[in-house]
């Protein structure tokens, strides 16, 4: 079914934008493509490698809409700044928020989510599916105009028949960036996942280790995170106090607080700086807790500490962190040591590692990271998003 076919069956306007043009670059065809993912794109807001490779497909020429599901009327129950950005311009709506890339949300009174609550998670299995059959004007617009349309792991793998529904011609490429166990996705994600991931065009992992834990059946294709070279290449102003030590954490996944706060005990003239993670106990003098910042505003923290802190609370199902963790990437990508437990199989030569039960030399370990010497090598390998946002194109376009 060609494109205006499409739209016209579903009484939607005619977009024109990318068809048959080139990339700004010149290098291939330019693609129109829709992200469904639970991520928002906003100011201020954490950012994950959906991001980075959105941004990368926009400034490469792309026409890139950025769709937010899994928020709701129900939000502001559990973080009211958030449902607050999103309403203000990009509810039921796309927003302009760089060139050639939009960025909207679905903001129905109430969506399915996934819970740690058992009776719950058993009336999911309807709500989910529910939830997942139906977008607004402003979202079916730019799935039945889409080449391409990415679904990152998570709430948004609800949505796959219905996309495919509307452009059944459209390639499809799973982003999973997560075991879904791992993240307490709720046992229909699950499902949902073992069921479609064969009919998706392309399954897009940053480590093999995932691809392996993955359901049988997906075409695999392992391309690991990336860095914003551009950004950490830039000098940035040093954010700590003249003559401080001070060490790093960034991100949520799988926090291990408990850990931090030992390390914090241990070394009371080290300054520990936790970005992104929620504290639930009590908080030690020489540690400082921001919450959730802008990426850019977090960048002068590690390109200036002493060492970086990759603490997970993990089990052998989900090593497959070390792989696709992007905080590591980052960490080496600006020369850091690295602290890290020892369940993780991290070969490059900043790892320090500890006992992930029982560890007691925690002055030991600190006093090793302080002592070594910030290397360059550290980061050999490493991608940048572009590259990272070029081989995923190519993946997902692939000839099977």
Same mark, same amino acid.
């Given at each position: 079914?060609?494109?205006?076919?499409?739209?016209?069956?579903?009484?939607?306007?005619?977009?024109?934008?990318?068809?048959?043009?080139?990339?700004?670059?010149?290098?291939?065809?330019?693609?129109?493509?829709?992200?469904?993912?639970?991520?928002?794109?906003?100011?201020?807001?954490?950012?994950?490698?959906?991001?980075?490779?959105?941004?990368?497909?926009?400034? $490469?020429?792309?026409?890139?809409?950025?769709?937010?599901?899994?928020?709701?009327?129900?939000?502001?129950?559990?973080?009211?700044?958030?449902?607050?950005?999103?309403?203000?311009?990009?509810?039921?709506?796309?927003?302009?928020?760089?060139?050639?890339?939009?960025?909207?949300?679905?903001?129905?009174?109430?969506?399915?989510?996934?819970?740690?609550?058992?009776?719950?998670?058993?009336?999911?299995?309807?709500?989910?599916?529910?939830? %997942?059959?139906?977008?607004?004007?402003?979202?079916?617009?730019?799935?039945?105009?889409?080449?391409?349309?990415?679904?990152?792991?998570?709430?948004?793998?609800?949505?796959?028949?219905?996309?495919?529904?509307?452009?059944?011609?459209?390639?499809?490429?799973?982003?999973?960036?997560?075991?879904?166990?791992?993240?307490?996705?709720?046992?229909?994600?699950?499902?949902?996942?073992?069921?479609?991931?064969?009919?998706?065009?392309?399954?897009?992992?940053?480590?093999?280790?995932?691809?392996?834990?993955?359901?049988?059946?997906?075409?695999?294709?392992?391309?690991?995170?990336?860095?914003?070279?551009?950004?950490?290449?830039?000098?940035?102003?040093?954010?700590?106090?003249?003559?401080?030590?001070?060490?790093?954490?960034?991100?949520?996944?799988?926090?291990?607080?408990?850990?931090?706060?030992?390390?914090?005990?241990?070394?009371?003239?080290?300054?520990?700086?936790?970005?992104?993670?929620?504290?639930? %106990?009590?908080?030690?003098?020489?540690?400082?807790?921001?919450?959730?910042?802008?990426?850019?505003?977090?960048?002068?923290?590690?390109?200036?500490?002493?060492? %970086?802190?990759?603490?997970?609370?993990?089990?052998?199902?989900?090593?497959?962190?070390?792989?696709?963790?992007?905080?590591?990437? $980052?960490?080496?990508?600006? %020369?850091?040591?690295?602290?890290?437990?020892?369940?993780?199989?991290?070969?490059?030569?900043?790892?320090?590692?500890?006992?992930?039960?029982?560890?007691?030399?925690?002055?030991?370990?600190?006093?090793?990271?302080?002592?070594?010497?910030?290397?360059?090598?550290?980061?050999?390998?490493?991608?940048?998003?572009?590259?990272?946002?070029? $081989?995923?194109?190519?993946?997902?376009?692939?000839?099977?």
């Amino acid at each position: 079914m060609r494109e205006a076919d499409r739209e016209s069956q579903l009484g939607l306007p005619v977009t024109e934008l990318g068809k048959g043009a080139a990339t700004e670059d010149g290098v291939g065809p330019r693609r129109k493509i829709v992200i469904l993912t639970s991520h928002v794109f906003l100011r201020g807001y954490r950012k994950a490698s959906v991001h980075f490779v959105a941004s990368r497909w926009a400034e $490469q020429g792309h026409d890139v809409h950025f769709l937010t599901i899994g928020h709701s009327w129900l939000t502001p129950l559990k973080d009211r700044p958030r449902f607050r950005a999103l309403s203000e311009r990009q509810a039921n709506q796309f927003e302009t928020v760089a060139p050639n890339l939009r960025a909207g949300a679905y903001l129905p009174p109430l969506h399915a989510f996934s819970s740690g609550n058992r009776i719950l998670n058993a009336a999911n299995g309807m709500l989910f599916r529910l939830y %997942g059959n139906y977008l607004p004007r402003f979202a079916r617009s730019a799935l039945a105009a889409a080449d391409l349309v990415v679904i990152e792991s998570g709430s948004a793998l609800a949505f796959f028949d219905y996309a495919k529904s509307l452009n059944p011609e459209t390639r499809t490429l799973y982003f999973c960036r997560d075991l879904l166990r791992s993240v307490g996705a709720a046992p229909v994600l699950q499902d949902i996942q073992a069921a479609t991931i064969g009919r998706f065009d392309t399954v897009c992992v940053p480590s093999e280790r995932l691809g392996a834990l993955l359901p049988s059946g997906g075409r695999i294709r392992v391309i690991p995170q990336g860095v914003d070279a551009v950004l950490f290449d830039r000098e940035q102003p040093f954010p700590y106090a003249t003559g401080s030590r001070n060490a790093v954490s960034i991100g949520n996944m799988l926090f291990d607080e408990a850990t931090v706060a030992a390390m914090a005990a241990a070394a009371p003239d080290i300054n520990f700086h936790i970005f992104g993670a929620h504290w639930r %106990g009590s908080v030690l003098p020489n540690v400082t807790v921001y919450g959730e910042r802008a990426f850019e505003s977090i960048v002068p923290f590690l390109q200036h500490a002493d060492f %970086g802190i990759a603490p997970y609370r993990l089990t052998k199902d989900e090593i497959y962190l070390a792989e696709s963790s992007l905080k590591l990437a $980052q960490y080496s990508y600006c %020369g850091l040591p690295i602290l890290l437990p020892d369940l993780i199989p991290f070969t490059r030569a900043n790892a320090i590692v500890y006992r992930l039960d029982g560890e007691t030399a925690w002055r030991e370990k600190i006093d090793m990271a302080l002592a070594m010497r910030r290397s360059s090598a550290f980061r050999e390998g490493i991608l940048t998003w572009d590259d990272v946002a070029r $081989q995923t194109l190519d993946a997902a376009f692939e000839t099977k």
